[in-house]
């Protein structure tokens, strides 16, 4: 059976994976989300990886869940589904995910795109959580991302009525960082991995961690998190090379430590 993914080896920190189930417009069947979730793990462990890019074709990121595989699932079978462990080591990825979007992004494929820290979108690109159609709701975070992502108006709009929305209001909505062209979706995404992988890779992990716990701390509890981080920031090889190389006016040399 021919693997759901291609994930090529890093290049300047960059890993790029891309799903590839072509006859399903990348449908996300448990047998791919498990071989992503593998794929995140593996990236995790390699210290020469320092960003990851995810993407889909230019028709579609992911066009959402295997719906043959969720028909044949009764309650108990939808109670038992491996998919969820799936999604929670996915979610458990520490280093930064770039997601560079073309085509449909809908249902399950919406939510794994908001899996990313950042979302770089080709104009054509479009979004939507149409599980409402199907006589179900978003099942994989996509009710609690989007909300945060997006606002509770726009999410309600877009859950209830099950309508997509296309980049440019994505991106006014804040659910998308940039858009560009869809032939250039992709490097514009590895563009921005190869800068942050540049970055001191200590500081970047914990800015990602102490960025997503403020959505879910209030103001006081969010500052103390980040003052924590940045005070163990201070006993970091990387952060007295960042300091000297800033008075020496030379480019910085990070190694992690």
Known sequence: MPRTLNVLPPEKGVCLITLQRPEALNALSTELLGELAQA???????????????????????????????????????????????????????????????????????????????????????????????????????????????????????????????????????????????????????EIGRLIAAKAPLAVRLAKEVLLKAQDVDLASGLNIERQAFVMLAGTADRNEGLRAFQEKRPPRFVGR
């Open 40 to 190: 995140l793990e593996t990236a995790e462990r390699e210290p020469e990886v320092r960003v990851v890019v995810l993407t889909g074709s230019r028709k579609a990121f992911a066009a959402g869940a295997d719906l043959k595989e969720m028909a044949e699932r009764d309650l108990i079978g939808t109670l038992e589904d491996p998919r969820v462990r799936h999604w929670q080591r996915i979610a458990g990825f520490s280093k930064p995910l770039i997601a560079a979007v073309n085509g449909f992004a809908l249902g399950g494929g919406c939510e794994l795109a908001m899996h990313a820290d950042i979302l770089i979108a080709g104009r054509d690109a479009r979004f939507g959580q149409p599980e409402i159609d199907l006589g179900i709701i978003p099942g994989a975070g996509g009710t609690q991302r989007l909300l945060r992502a997006v606002g509770k108006s726009q999410a309600m709009q877009m859950v209830l009525t099950g309508e997509a929305i296309d980049a440019r209001q994505a991106q006014r909505v804040g659910l998308v960082s940039e858009i560009t062209q869809p032939e250039l979706t992709v490097e514009r995404a590895l």
